[in-house]
């Protein structure tokens, strides 16, 4: 099954002309999901609640992925698990934007995409490791000490720093 071009893009238009108050859930569920231009994410779900307001449409988010990393420590691949949640006014008109600027497209069609990738992004560590008592490894010698400890330990390296 191939992705849809736009995955993350809603026509927001039927909730335009509805009272103040009305809002609705919007669901997505992804095994894989790039978000351009080099994001890759794996078991990507979550759901965005819009809320019509007297500004605009506030957009609720609550998104979780997997994403690839290396461990700065021992430097094996693994899935960082990632959790995000975010509120942001898409306004009508510029006289009732927010401080994020963001502003309802004319053909009432929101991508998210640009806002989800940016708030996983924040997310992701400067350091990932793969787990808090990764030991690392050996300077000397390059061995795992999460698999085996070398020779080098004795020598008084301590695991672990």
Known sequence: MSQ???PLRINVGFLISQPIGASRDIHFDFPSLSLSPDFETSDFSGVVRIN??????LFEGNFGAKKEEQCVRCLTNFWLPLHVEFDELYAFSERTVSESELILPEDANVNLEPLVRECLLLEVPISPVCKPDCKGLCSE???????????????GEEVGK
């Not at 999460?146 to 020598?155: F, I, M, S, T, Y």
């Open 4 to 6: 849809p071009r736009y």
């Open 52 to 57: 019509r307001t007297p500004q605009g449409l």
């Open 141 to 155: 010698c390059g061995a795992d000490w999460n698999l085996a400890l070398c020779e080098h330990v004795a020598k």
